[in-house]
């Protein structure tokens, strides 16, 4: 028997790319390959790119230039661009980086196994297309490892908002939910495979309307059906966009004991005018009474966001606008970037903000964010939350897991197991995690 092939992944930018990884490894388990967690002893690299950060697709030329010798000393090695940098510069990459054996956009990855034969006969490989094939059916029978407690489920992907900073319509495609039946399957799978937490993901996963047995179901309607399954304790989702919050989404988070108290909900802005010319169809004002719905269904809920400092034509009196809403909604946790530009997306031919304007426009909203964080950590010290423990401490006895929350608990002396849920009292609030005693 030969010697399984090592397999080599690295994975930019957000959780549905770890999603599209996990199956992209699953999709070359069924070739021989086996993942390794060094590039130096691999046969194959992939790099699962996103395009959403600042200059995404210069660091991945730049990751690409690094690989240089390495290919040299082993010219049997097969280098791979994926996702969504991969379906935006397709061409262009094999273009500028000859090492580069093959090129796989988002949609098309279920293709791996073929594109990566013709590459170990000397082919170039380019696939960037939207086929109208289904790339989770496609990968359904692939060979499949135990998991980890928690997981990531696409539901939904693509998008039609066409925010005016956002290359996703471009890059993903347009919307499109799963049926319901195969998204049930697959997590019904994943349980048996040990997991007790799925994590739904699309770009804009509320905006889910997926084929049922009775027609399509809402997001929440799917959620319920999810609910139904013997072993999954956990249900979170994200990302959301406000202008999707139905009215049954937010009841469920009231009345679905598996859903967790948890929304990540963007804003990106607090000016009407910003929020306009980013083309977001909500203003500051619907977001504000919608958290103040959503919270009126499950008080404890916590807040998380997303905020883009610097937007062309963002004036003191605009940015102002969402330092006063951050203060309003308090959240309790956030994201915030400062603006860069994203060829063929409408804002990138605006009028620019002046660089240092956006600095420190950057540093006092995070400032405001960290201070927010810090109070609604504090303020889990005396409560009680459960706790799905996923791996151990560094200290001997300590194990970690994530709260209700989603906070990071680290719990000493505990005598559980990975993949155990447990209530836990939290006693102290550090930095960027809480520390917690078992209950019992």
Same mark, same amino acid.
């Given at each position: 028997?030969?010697? /399984?092939?090592?397999?080599?992944?690295?994975?930019?930018?957000?959780?549905?790319?770890? %999603?599209?990884?996990?199956?992209?490894?699953?999709?070359?388990?069924?070739?021989? %390959?086996?993942?390794?967690?060094?590039?130096?002893?691999?046969?194959?690299?992939?790099?699962?790119?996103?395009?959403?950060?600042?200059?995404?697709?210069?660091?991945?030329?730049?990751?690409?230039?690094?690989?240089?010798?390495?290919?040299?000393?082993?010219?049997?090695?097969?280098?791979?661009?994926?996702?969504?940098?991969?379906?935006?510069?397709?061409?262009?990459?094999?273009?500028?980086?000859?090492?580069?054996?093959?090129?796989?956009? &988002?949609?098309?990855?279920?293709?791996?196994?073929?594109?990566?034969?013709?590459?170990?006969?000397?082919?170039?490989?380019?696939?960037?297309?939207? /086929?109208?094939?289904?790339?989770?059916?496609?990968?359904?029978? *692939? &060979?499949?490892?135990?998991?980890?407690?928690?997981?990531? #489920?696409?539901?939904?992907?693509?998008?039609?908002?066409?925010?005016?900073?956002?290359?996703?319509? %471009?890059?993903? @495609?347009?919307?499109?939910?799963?049926?319901?039946?195969?998204?049930?399957?697959?997590?019904?799978?994943?349980?048996?495979?040990?997991?007790?937490?799925?994590?739904?993901?699309?770009?804009?996963?509320?905006?889910?309307?997926?084929?049922? &047995?009775?027609?399509?179901?809402? +997001?929440?309607?799917?959620?319920?059906?999810?609910?139904?399954?013997? @072993? +999954?304790?956990?249900?979170?989702?994200?990302?959301?966009? &406000?202008?999707? =919050?139905?009215?049954?989404?937010?009841?469920?988070?009231?009345?679905?004991?598996?859903?967790?108290? $948890?929304?990540?909900? /963007?804003?990106?802005?607090?000016?009407?005018?910003?929020?306009?010319?980013?083309? *977001?169809?909500?203003?500051?004002?619907?977001?504000?009474?919608?958290?103040?719905?959503?919270?009126?269904?499950?008080?404890?809920?916590?807040?998380?966001?997303?905020?883009?400092?610097?937007?062309?034509?963002?004036?003191?009196?605009?940015?102002?606008?969402? =330092?006063?809403?951050?203060?309003?909604?308090? $959240? @309790?946790?956030? $994201?915030?970037?400062?603006?860069?530009?994203?060829?063929?997306?409408?804002?990138?031919?605006?009028?620019?903000?002046? /660089?240092?304007?956006?600095?420190?426009?950057?540093?006092?909203?995070?400032?405001?964010?960290?201070?927010?964080? *810090?109070?609604?950590?504090?303020?889990?010290?005396?409560?009680?939350? @459960?706790?799905?423990?996923?791996?151990?401490?560094?200290?001997?006895?300590? =194990?970690?897991?994530?709260?209700? $929350?989603?906070?990071?608990?680290?719990?000493?002396?505990?005598? *559980?197991?990975?993949?155990? #849920?447990?209530?836990?009292?939290?006693?102290?609030?550090?930095?960027?995690?809480?520390?917690?005693?078992?209950?019992?």
């Amino acid at each position: 028997m030969s010697a /399984p092939k090592k397999l080599f992944i690295k994975t930019y930018g957000c959780q549905m790319n770890v %999603y599209d990884s996990e199956r992209m490894a699953e999709a070359l388990g069924g070739e021989g %390959y086996v993942e390794t967690k060094s590039a130096d002893d691999a046969d194959m690299i992939l790099l699962n790119t996103c395009h959403i950060r600042e200059k995404a697709a210069e660091k991945v030329y730049s990751e690409l230039g690094r690989f240089k010798g390495l290919k040299a000393e082993k010219p049997d090695l097969k280098i791979g661009v994926a996702g969504c940098v991969a379906q935006a510069e397709g061409e262009e990459i094999m273009r500028r980086q000859p090492l580069v054996d093959l090129v796989v956009g &988002p949609q098309s990855y279920h293709r791996l196994p073929e594109m990566e034969a013709k590459a170990r006969e000397g082919e170039k490989v380019l696939d960037t297309d939207f /086929p109208e094939e289904d790339k989770f059916e496609k990968l359904k029978n *692939r &060979p499949k490892a135990k998991r980890g407690p928690a997981a990531f #489920l696409t539901v939904q992907e693509g998008c039609d908002k066409f925010c005016a900073f956002c290359v996703v319509p %471009y890059t993903r @495609g347009a919307e499109v939910s799963r049926p319901a039946d195969r998204i049930l399957r697959e997590a019904q799978d994943l349980v048996e495979r040990g997991v007790r937490e799925i994590t739904l993901l699309g770009q804009n996963v509320n905006a889910y309307h997926g084929a049922g &047995p009775n027609g399509d179901l809402t +997001l929440a309607q799917l959620i319920w059906e999810l609910d139904k399954i013997d @072993g +999954l304790e956990r249900i979170r989702f994200t990302t959301s966009h &406000p202008n999707d =919050m139905q009215d049954d989404l937010i009841e469920a988070h009231g009345t679905c004991a598996k859903l967790m108290p $948890y929304l990540h909900l /963007p804003v990106q802005a607090g000016s009407d005018k910003i929020l306009k010319r980013m083309n *977001r169809s909500h203003t500051a004002e619907s977001y504000i009474r919608l958290i103040e719905r959503i919270r009126a269904a499950r008080p404890d809920i916590l807040i998380s966001g997303d905020f883009i400092v610097g937007f062309p034509e963002e004036t003191e009196e605009d940015f102002q606008a969402t =330092m006063d809403l951050v203060a309003e909604v308090k $959240y @309790g946790t956030a $994201y915030s970037f400062k603006y860069s530009t994203r060829p063929g997306t409408p804002a990138a031919e605006r009028p620019q903000v002046d /660089p240092a304007a956006a600095d420190d426009r950057l540093q006092r909203l995070q400032a405001l964010l960290t201070k927010q964080q *810090r109070e609604v950590q504090d303020s889990m010290v005396g409560r009680e939350v @459960g706790v799905l423990f996923e791996k151990a401490g560094r200290l001997p006895g300590q =194990m970690v897991g994530k709260s209700d $929350y989603l906070h990071a608990v680290h719990v000493a002396e505990c005598n *559980r197991q990975v993949g155990d #849920l447990a209530r836990v009292r939290i006693v102290s609030s550090g930095a960027n995690s809480l520390a917690g005693e078992l209950i019992g």
